[in-house]
């Protein structure tokens, strides 16, 4: 079981529609992280919060608005999405910013898969 | 040129047979190095980190480093039908985010 949740698993949204994801973690960890991931390539790295702070904001276009209510929560607010941005987003955590421990152990939840009609 | 560089694949390899997926990178400060598993339609799930020249043992799995040639490889020995899955080369440069490779899809038959 991973130890990192995200909900929902599956979400169908229409463009003009406003909805968000959630991620939960209780491993303690101090960085958190939004990727995006289609179909058959590497995972994205669109935001990186160290100690609830944004560190990272990968020139995310601005109908993609994170936030870190606290240490274990993370969301991502979605508004008015083009049906490019259907893909799956993965959230994970490490116990510390990777760019300051050098280790590159991420925790993925199991990611949202999220349709944008 | 892509900073991270794997085969697409699919590599397809008996059941029992020694798998060996390749990645190189261009970095030459990175000094950590890393192997992601990803099962079809699952997340991705940490299975080898490396950061000394030479190679790494866990289980059936080796992780090689070669950093003269920014050359990491994994070797899969006894493969399963289980192990069927995207793997996903991850380096890390200095002061950076991880950076991940495009993936190679491993295909086992049984």
């Known amino acids: 079981d991973t130890e990192v949740t995200q909900t929902p698993k599956h979400l169908v949204m229409g463009m003009t529609n406003k909805k968000s994801l959630k991620c939960e973690q209780h491993m303690g960890h101090r960085a958190m992280y939004w990727y995006k991931q289609k179909a058959k390539k590497p995972p994205e790295l669109m935001f990186v919060y160290s100690y609830e702070k944004l560190s990272i904001n990968e020139s995310v276009p601005s109908r993609f608005s994170p936030e870190c209510p606290n240490s274990s929560l993370l969301n991502l607010h979605l508004h008015a999405l083009q049906p490019e941005d259907s893909a799956l987003y993965l959230c994970a955590s490490s116990q510390d910013s990777i760019i300051a421990s050098g280790t590159g152990e991420l925790f993925f939840g199991e990611g949202s898969r999220l349709t944008v009609l | 040129q892509k900073e991270v560089e794997q085969n697409s694949g699919p590599l397809s390899v008996p059941e029992g047979a020694i798998a060996s997926l390749n990645c190189t990178y261009s970095?030459?400060?990175?000094?950590?190095f890393f192997w992601y598993r990803q099962y079809s339609g699952k997340s991705p799930e940490l299975i080898m980190s490396?950061?000394?020249?030479g190679d790494k043992e866990d289980g059936r799995f080796t992780a090689q480093l070669n950093k003269a040639s920014q050359y990491v490889s994994l070797l899969i020995r006894d493969s399963q039908p289980s192990d069927s899955a995207t793997y996903l080369c991850?380096?890390?440069?200095?002061?950076?985010?991880?950076?991940f490779g495009g993936g190679t899809r491993l295909m086992v038959k049984p």
């Open positions: 490396i950061y000394s020249n």
């Open positions: 991850a380096v890390l440069p200095p002061g950076n985010m991880l950076t």
């Open positions: 970095d030459r400060g990175s000094q950590s």
